[in-house]
């Protein structure tokens, strides 16, 4: 059975810092790509970021780019994302996901929980 926990969220004031956190088990954790999504209240869930299997390539949504960095720990079975200049707008449901295929897709089979992210102004 395949679980994925997220933790690291919290409320932060705007321009703030907060760190993501999902461990995997269960899975072949090397051989999934892993990525981020996030949900606001009343929105659709949207991708965030995505890292590949080595960690040698990342993506980004524009509107995190040059402030979210992703990362992981193949032997810790551990994805991170690191959030930094953080804006109201980035309020959300943060949720970690695994994809077996070599791209983080729209509808990866395996998520967190979710960890709630609030950005005070």
């Known amino acids: 059975q395949v679980n994925l926990v997220d933790a690291g969220g919290g409320l932060v004031q705007a321009g703030g810092s907060l760190r993501l956190s999902c461990v995997a088990s269960g899975l072949t954790f090397s051989g999934y790509t892993m990525g981020w999504f996030r949900q606001a209240p009343g929105r659709e869930r949207n991708f965030v970021a995505s890292?590949?299997?080595?960690?040698?390539?990342?993506y980004y949504a524009d509107s995190v780019k040059g402030r979210f960095t992703i990362s992981r720990d193949n032997a810790k079975k551990t994805v991170y994302l690191q959030m930094n200049s953080l804006k109201p707008e980035d309020t959300a449901v943060y949720y970690c996901a695994a994809d077996p295929r070599t791209t983080m897709t729209h509808r990866p089979p395996y998520w967190g929980q979710g960890t709630q992210v609030t950005v005070s102004s």
């Open positions: 890292i590949t299997t080595s960690g040698r390539n990342t």
